[in-house]
């Protein structure tokens, strides 16, 4: 097809100008893997971009530069607060910009279509409104401290499983209704700078090279004039992509544009025309972030998310579940002894694996948190429960020290092919990783990477010793070989840095005893992750048994459970729902030794939970960022409500997920279920899940006492405004999500029963009411017409209802279409 420029814009036309075809097509690809080209001509400098949706890690991992470390997307959203997600988006915007980033890579918001999906916890929710009233927070926040967000991926990225080279097989009307629209609501509403094309294709086209998604519908029928910037290494072609509305190519400085693309408008398969509205787009990208103004400003000190917003946010995030009994908030003058039990009450999972992950400024330590909020008092114990981690864990704080410094942490050397010493730092923890920003010394031919620490045993008998990472190892205690190998880089870049091939030891060590270990590693490719792990060999049996056993001499068990370290990821997706390991077994049988049993689900996506109505209260904390030790004290003590609500359904079984195993098939991924996403699906089959989308108790009761709607008719095209009042029936002050949902006069199988069409917040002291007015938009009463090709409204009688949640909606009423 022929695709038409948009043009180039009047301001930056004079700049275009002065350059020629081939300076500009150089800054239509990038310098290399975070920075675009500078041109000195235009006094344009190098705009820098960084990961991510949780917190903006910069050009690499530096233990020197740590990051805020924020609860992950989908918890952000299960604060279902606009205000609030804008206030720390604005706080992540400064941080990025204190780093000298000028563009962050971020938010994502594909809908989350199966709870397996690995990369799920990045995304918002299952619901395109709420991802998108959440997604135009953070835009708005990010961009207000003069940095542009990314929104990604653009579109239908939402299988890890080949998610380089399957199409999504969707049709235009599911993609109108229930994709695009967080994309849309980002472009006219927040008006992000970028946008990011996905790996995967769509009914045909890849994202880098499908004009009809790109041109026609991003730029044409949205009027985006904003970048379009490719994922990583995903443009494969030269004049499909130029052509259909890609501007930039990420990353460089090698690319399929370059010379190829230069040759490509000489022999008049581009018009340079084209290349014009590319370059103008970079440039006025420039101007909102100051990209003309000379150089990168880079704070001396990292302007770091303040500890308290971080804190509130988190503990707005997380979602009661269950309170069988009223045990929570714990009352802390009765809490005389508590046991802290499960593999997550050792070894947090704060964030997700994958381009998400930063390096945080703050260490999570569960029950140091426990105990500073409890007072002396309260004896709190900690009992690892099971096994769960696929990889050897990393040693305990205060058994790993630097052999040269004596400082917690390791040594890392890099020694040249000549063995000579050219790079030695000390680091904090027993990982090394390098996305990028590989030494120099490192990217020569035979040089190696050699980790040296000192290890002081806190148990005598048998340990492990597990060495990982993709390449040649060599692991030494005192001085002996004990082991060598090679392992292979796994086919996806983001798995061999999440979860790599590991060498395992065994050991036997005495208690207090230090031994010297060092690992000797020589990289298959220039993405690093090596990975030392140590710890005793552990009898699950055992563990489960002693956990009990402290359950039943404590007054209160906390018990935290969830995923392991590799499990959700960016670049594989999940094969199952069940808790790994023994953990069903171990939340049982510490339920059955106390009944003052109180279960946090430590993940991202949702896991099945056989045992909730055997326990006294569980409470959903995602991956909760740095802030999870003092939120979760906080939240259990009643400091802070757990005023979370759930932005995706939990299901009771696996087979309840309307879509579950979301897995191409001969390079096809068919979206069969079309609209019934979530709870849409659940709601037209009939099927009770385990926690309803939108579900979350807090520490207070609400009656609902009126919906009133401000027209009971209106036209087409026209939006509505509901107010809500509620009563806070509790005996504390609290805070009630109101929600909205939307029924048409018609009962079309093919589409949901009803759809989320608003929401608000109300704050009411126990006995007060509240209200919030609720504006259902337009488009909610709309449907898109394939035939068409427009939206259309069908006129009739709508039903709107209001409660707590997708199953729990006490009031309606009624409003006629015209």
């Known amino acids: 097809m022929t695709v038409v420029p948009t043009g180039v ?10 350059l020629t075809l081939e300076q500009k097509v150089r800054l239509l690809t990038g310098a290399d893997s975070w920075a675009l080209h500078g041109e000195s001509l235009v006094g344009l400098r190098s705009l820098i971009t960084s990961d991510g949706p949780a917190g903006v890690r910069g050009t690499r991992f530096d233990a020197s530069n740590p990051s805020t470390s924020l609860p992950c997307p989908v918890a952000i959203a299960a604060t279902w607060d606009v205000d609030l997600v804008e206030e720390l988006a604005t706080a992540l ?5 204190s780093k000298g980033v000028d563009v962050l890579l971020a938010p994502t918001m594909n809908i989350i279509r199966t709870p397996l999906s690995g990369r799920g916890f990045e995304c918002f929710s299952e619901d395109p409104l709420l991802t998108s009233r959440i997604a135009v927070a953070y835009v708005r926040g990010v961009q207000r401290a003069g940095v542009g967000a990314t929104a990604k991926h653009y579109v239908a990225n939402d299988s890890e499983t080949e998610r380089r080279s399957y199409v999504a097989r969707i049709s235009e009307g599911v993609l109108r209704e229930l994709y695009l629209p967080p994309f849309e609501a980002c472009v006219g509403e927040a ?3 970028l946008v990011m094309a996905a790996y995967n294709a769509v009914n045909g086209p890849t994202m880098t090279a499908n004009a009809i998604l790109l041109h026609d519908v991003l730029k044409s029928d949205w009027g985006f004039t904003g970048v379009v910037i490719s994922d990583w290494s995903a443009t494969t072609t030269t004049v499909p992509s130029a052509m259909a509305g890609l501007d930039l190519v990420m990353p460089g400085p090698n690319g399929p544009w370059g010379d190829k693309l230069v040759a490509a408008v000489r022999n008049g398969a581009v018009p340079e025309a084209e290349i014009d509205d590319k370059v103008s787009r970079i440039f006025s990208l420039a101007r909102r972030v100051g990209g003309f103004n000379g150089s990168t400003a880079v704070a001396a000190v990292p302007e770091l998310v303040d500890p308290d917003l971080l804190a509130r946010v988190t503990s707005r995030s997380f979602v009661l579940l269950n309170n069988r009994r009223g045990l929570l908030p714990l009352r802390k003058a009765s809490v005389r002894s508590l046991a802290l039990i499960g593999p997550n009450a050792i070894e947090p999972q704060t964030q997700g694996g994958g381009s998400v992950r930063v390096l945080p400024s703050v260490r999570v330590h569960l029950a140091e948190s426990l105990r500073r909020a409890l007072g002396a008092a309260t004896t709190v114990s900690v009992h690892q429960g099971c096994l769960t981690s696929a990889t050897v864990p990393a040693p305990l704080d205060g058994t790993l020290r630097d052999p040269v410094s004596g400082k917690p942490g390791v040594r890392l050397e890099i020694r040249d092919s000549d063995g000579e010493v050219v790079y030695d730092v000390p680091i904090p923890t027993s990982v090394a990783t390098w996305w990028d920003g590989l030494p ?14 000192v290890f002081r045993p806190e148990a005598d008998g048998p340990h492990v010793i597990g060495a990982a990472g993709a390449g040649h190892m060599r692991l030494t205690v005192n001085g002996t070989l004990l082991a060598e190998a090679r392992s292979l880089f796994p086919g996806e870049t983001v798995e061999a840095l999440g979860r790599p091939p590991e060498l395992r030891v065994p050991v036997s060590l005495d208690a207090g005893r230090e031994v010297d270990v060092r690992l000797d590693f020589r990289p298959e490719k220039r993405f690093v992750t090596m990975r030392l792990g140590i710890a005793p060999q552990l009898d ?8 009990a056993q402290a359950a039943g001499d404590a007054d209160i068990a906390v018990v935290v459970i969830g995923s392991a370290e590799g499990t959700e990821s960016e670049g594989y997706d999940k094969t199952t729902m069940v808790l790994p390991g023994r953990q069903d077994e171990l939340v049982r049988r510490v339920a059955a030794a106390n009944p003052n ?28 960022g740095q802030a999870f030790g003092e939120a979760l004290a906080d939240t259990l003590l009643g400091v802070t409500e757990p005023a979370g609500r759930l932005p995706m359904t939990v299901p009771r079984e696996e087979t309840d997920a309307p879509v579950f195993l979301a897995h191409p098939e001969a390079g096809d991924l068919v979206y069969r279920e079309g609209l019934l996403v979530g709870y849409r699906g659940y709601d037209r089959t009939g099927t009770e899940p385990h926690f309803a989308f939108g579900h979350g108790l807090g520490y207070t009761d609400w009656t609902y006492e009126s919906l009133i709607v401000e027209s009971e008719s209106i036209n087409r095209g026209a939006d509505l405004g509901c107010v809500v009042t509620v009563r ?29 069409a608003g929401f608000g917040t109300v704050e009411a002291a126990p006995g007060a009411t509240g209200s919030v007015r609720v504006t259902v938009p337009a488009r909610s009463f709309a449907r898109f017409d394939e035939a068409r090709r427009e939206w259309v409204w069908k006129p009739g009688a709508y039903t709107l209802r209001a409660g707590r949640s997708s199953r729990d909606l006490g009031l309606s009423s009624e409003v006629v279409v015209r």
């Open 9 to 18: 814009r009047d301001d930056e036309s004079g700049l275009v100008a002065r």
């Open 540 to 547: 699950d049996e055992e563990l489960i048994e002693e956990a």
């Open 728 to 756: 806070n029936a509790g005996k504390r002050s609290g805070r009630e999500v109101v929600q909205v949902y939307l029924e048409a006069p018609d009962d079309d199988p093919r589409r949901p029963l009803r759809v989320l």
């Open 191 to 193: 008006g992000v700078f």
């Open 597 to 624: 049993t109180v279960v946090v689900v430590n993940s991202g996506m949702p896991v099945l939970m056989p045992w909730a109505e055997q326990v006294a209260a569980v409470m959903q904390v995602w991956f909760p």
């Open 440 to 453: 120099v010394a490192l990217q020569e031919p035979g040089s190696e990477v050699a980790m040296r620490a």
């Open 93 to 97: 915007g400064r941080e990025a910009r």
